[in-house]
């Protein structure tokens, strides 16, 4: 990849600067928001201007797939970082897997073009210039986001929801104001104005936290012509500029060097030679950036796309285009072109070989029925084929760069008032790369093949079907019509029978709906709400599980509860966190002995150590079965039935003893189950002083832990999943919710016995690896300069930290505010940056800590 002599894609951040710049007087108030979302406030409609359109930002976080989207038909954020409304975190486009910093998109953007009389219009939310905003939302109010969740005890809870996070905005293409629709430098034949389809876009994105539908994100678009005229042949597109990098690498090495493609089919789970259809445009790293040889953290080895699940007819045409721009020099664009026909003639995009520039290019590569093949092949030569002969720079191109991409379809008519629906999915799948040289080991642009064949889609494909299935639940009559959708049979046997031979052992197994809409799929119990009381070198950990023992599965209607786990981590990666106690109810899995594959198999829920009794002890004549001593080499035969043969496993691990074989206690041993659910209508002494009921309560304390570092806490249900369809236990997401606690002095015990506040390490120094004890940089995401922290210990709930020079200079003033109390509330960090934004240099230091209880005085050292 020779990135010096193509200088288009080193462009990409000045441009970004000129937008920046351009659109500012459009966007005065976004810094304001973001200084409220950052504090803990929704932004206040009198931060909004009543007549202009606000372009805010919300991110999903909620499930393995950290994405922020915009309210202007645009998701990712052109390689900035926004502000999740929900935890101040700040999020880069989108990150996957959640919390690894490994960055998938630059951004994304709606396109929709139609004929409209004489006219072919299309309107977009961005463009590859990044200077064309069509897609605007109204002033006001209209600009924000509403949320909605199926979590019954989020105060976003709605019985319209769908997903544990459904975001919702709405915008339009109405804007034709020249200073908001054209920002900064855009190509010399694109339109100077806005000319608009009067379209209104209904936007609803989904986010779920289950191990199945974490990998997804979900887009439900109602399309409304909100005109006077009808809009004919409809084409919409979803535009990609999909680069992939890590934050520590974000620089133009790291985003030349991606692949793009689309990728249709995948083999079927049920075997039998059954294939998957999975149509999906992708973008992945070309080598996920081994670093000597192997794999780190900052190696990004997914793939992430988006596949259409819904259109108004399944009888449309599906386009997917790929092209390389070059700022520059337009000569040296290119994208894949397909031979003039006579029944296909060829249209010209000017000096441009492949970027769509204008209305009229964008419409024509929208609906022109075109697949492009995969940018690996570029080098090669398709002319027999119909294509173009490969360029100049092919086998640059072909080993990675910074590529566009766009996937359309098309297509309809919307007549005035009328509204279109419209669903695609934005998946992730990890673990594309497999190992670290196969790129450097089989790549070769004339035979990439090799290479193609050592890529694993097996968990994109896996995520995509997810996707649909989520989006329409396969075997189920949604509409009660009797239709239930498609189904397959794989069978693994014959018998020979009086009337021939007969297929045998067969499984059937839908995998497509019935065409409606279900948008729902199977889920975890909730986890239950858990607080910390720290002490030190111990963390004690209580939790109330009413919710996640009472609450049915949304998909089944079961109570399938099964247990919890407590887990504790050093960041908040979800691969960091260990199991530290458990619980589960005792129950039994029963594999039943499959005569014709003679092999167990796994066809029912876990049993009841009662319900085995009573099927299976009794039988026998034992009355006290137990269920383990039949395993799979000494198997249960059912009397009378030798054909009935099956053995027991634990589902879990049956640690159901409290304070026995579980460090998890009931805090009320002998409390009997409630009079009622509802804690306003329960007895009193079924009640703690915080008026919930005591049955559900639980406590585990976690010891010989360092009270010098942070620590993740989190506290976690799960179900015993559902065998009949192949679905595992399912687990609530194990760093969602998670809280932060250190194990030190309780705030309540410091405010009781009134003890001094302290600094530590003290005396600081830059040669000492605090990173490796934990106590700085725990992502290790931040650079030398900014990863360093001295902490302080022993504060009251609310107090003002002052530090000063050796001259009396004031050096920071930090706000420690925790009015509430809490697991943090005793601690707080000073970074070593001045309030003049420098680092601090090496001297000794004072520290005041001023609080309604008094003044403390310390001082510290600095060594550098």
């Known amino acids: ?122 309107s977009v939310g961005t463009d590859d210039f990044y200077c064309t905003y069509e897609l605007w939302p109204d002033p006001g109010e209209a600009s924000e986001f509403t949320y909605q969740t199926i979590d019954p005890s989020s105060k976003y809870y709605s019985d319209q929801a769908h997903s544990e996070q459904d975001i919702i905005c709405y915008y339009t293409d109405t804007v034709t104001d020249v200073n908001m629709t054209r920002t900064g430098y855009c190509e010399f034949n694109e339109e100077t104005t806005h000319r608009p389809l009067n379209i209104k876009a209904t ?179 398709h002319t027999a084929d119909g294509w173009l002969p490969p360029p100049e720079d092919a086998v640059n191109f072909a080993d990675g760069f910074d590529v566009r991409n766009l996937l359309s379809f098309g297509p309809f008519d919307i007549d005035p008032g009328e509204k279109l629906p419209i669903t695609f999915a934005w998946v992730g799948g990890d673990n594309i790369h497999v190992r670290p040289d196969d790129f450097e080991s089989s790549w070769d642009p004339y035979n990439p093949h090799e290479f193609h064949s050592r890529l694993d889609f097996t968990s994109f494909a896996t995520n995509a079907r997810w996707a649909s299935w989520i989006y329409d639940n396969p075997g189920v009559d949604s509409d009660g019509d009797g239709y239930c959708g498609k189904f397959r049979v794989c069978c693994y046997d014959t018998l020979v029978t009086d009337t021939g031979i007969v297929l045998a052992g067969c499984d059937t197994t839908w995998y497509e709906g019935d065409g409606v809409a279900d948008l729902r799929g199977a889920s975890p119990p909730p986890p239950p709400d858990f607080w910390i009381t720290p002490g030190v070198g111990n963390l004690t950990i209580r939790f109330n599980g009413q919710r996640s023992e009472t609450t049915g599965d949304r998909f089944s209607g079961l109570l399938d509860f099964e247990g919890y786990r407590v887990y504790l981590g050093h960041d908040e990666r979800a691969i960091s966190f260990s199991l530290v106690a458990s619980f589960d109810r005792e129950n039994y899995n029963k594999y039943v002995y499959d005569v014709i594959r003679q092999t167990y198999r796994l066809l029912d829920e876990p049993f009841s150590p009662e319900q085995l009794q009573e099927l299976y002890g009794t039988a026998i004549g034992d009355d006290d079965f137990q269920p383990l001593e039949w395993t799979v080499s000494d198997p249960y035969v059912l009397p009378g039935f030798p054909d009935s043969i099956f053995y027991f496993t634990a589902q879990d691990y049956n640690q159901c003893l409290f304070g026995v074989n579980t460090p998890i206690t009931k805090v009320y041993p002998e409390q009997p189950y409630p009079s009622d659910l509802d804690p306003l209508l329960a007895q009193p002494d079924e009640l703690t002083e915080e008026g919930r009921l005591k049955y559900f309560e639980y406590e585990v304390v976690v010891e010989d832990l360092l009270p010098t570092i942070p620590y993740y806490v989190n506290v976690t249900a799960f179900d015993f999943g559902s065998p009949k369809v192949g679905l595992g236990a399912l687990e609530s997401p194990v760093a969602q919710g998670a809280q932060v606690a250190y194990p030190l002095t309780s705030v309540d015990r410091v405010e009781q016995e009134n003890l001094q506040v302290y600094v530590y390490p003290n005396p600081y120094r830059a040669d000492a690896d605090y990173e490796a004890d934990g106590l700085e940089n725990p992502d290790g995401i931040l650079s030398a300069d900014r990863m360093r922290r001295i902490h302080f210990a022993n504060l009251p709930r609310v107090c003002k930290i002052y530090i000063y020079s050796l001259d009396g200079d004031l050096v920071r003033e930090i706000d420690h505010d925790f009015p509430d109390g809490g697991p943090e509330a005793m601690h707080d960090t000073w970074d070593l940056i001045t309030r003049n934004t420098q680092a601090a240099v090496s001297g000794i230091y004072y520290w005041v800590v001023e609080s309604d209880r008094g003044t403390q005085i310390g001082k510290f050292v600095i060594i550098k």
């Not at 009543?50 to 990712?76: C, E, K, W």
């Not at 486009?93 to 630059?106: D, G, K, Q």
Request: hydrophobic content about 35%; aromatic content about 12%.
């Open 203 to 381: 936007q609803r994105s989904m986010a779920w936290s289950y191990d199945y539908a974490d990998d997804f994100i979900m887009f439900d678009y109602r399309i409304e012509n909100i005109g006077h005229e009808r809009l004919e042949n409809v084409y919409m597109g979803i535009w990609i500029d999909g680069d992939v990098w890590h934050l520590n690498n974000r620089d133009s090495d790291h985003w030349t060097d991606d692949l793009v493609g689309f990728y249709p089919t995948h083999p079927a789970r049920e075997g039998c030679g059954y294939i998957d259809t999975v149509n999906i445009a992708y973008h992945t790293d070309n080598d996920g950036d081994p670093i000597d040889g192997a794999w780190n953290d900052e190696s990004p080895l997914a793939a992430v796309g988006a596949r259409v699940v819904r259109t108004p007819s399944d009888s449309l045409k599906y386009s997917y285009n790929w092209w390389i721009i070059n700022y520059g020099n337009p000569s040296k664009d290119f994208g894949p072109r397909r031979l003039e026909t006579p029944d296909d003639p060829w249209r010209d995009f000017g000096p441009r070989m492949g970027t769509p520039v204008g209305d009229r290019n964008r419409y024509y590569i929208m609906r022109h029925d075109e697949f492009d093949y995969d940018l690996i092949y570029t080098a090669l030569d």
């Open 1 to 122: 990849m020779n990135r010096l002599f193509y200088q288009g894609t080193r462009q990409k951040v000045a441009f970004l600067a000129v937008l920046v710049f351009a659109i500012t007087s459009v966007t005065t108030h976004a810094a304001d928001i973001k200084s409220m979302i950052a504090a803990g406030e929704k932004p206040g409609l009198t931060s909004l201007s009543a007549d202009v359109p606000v372009v805010l930002y919300s991110a999903h976080t909620r499930g393995n797939m950290q994405l922020v989207i915009g309210n202007n038909g645009t998701f990712g954020t052109e390689g900035q970082s926004e502000v999740d409304p929900f935890t101040g975190q700040l999020i880069c486009s989108c990150v996957y897997p959640r919390n690894t910093n490994l960055v998938y998109l630059w951004v994304a953007a709606l396109w929709v073009g139609a004929v409209v009389g004489r006219d072919t219009l299309v």
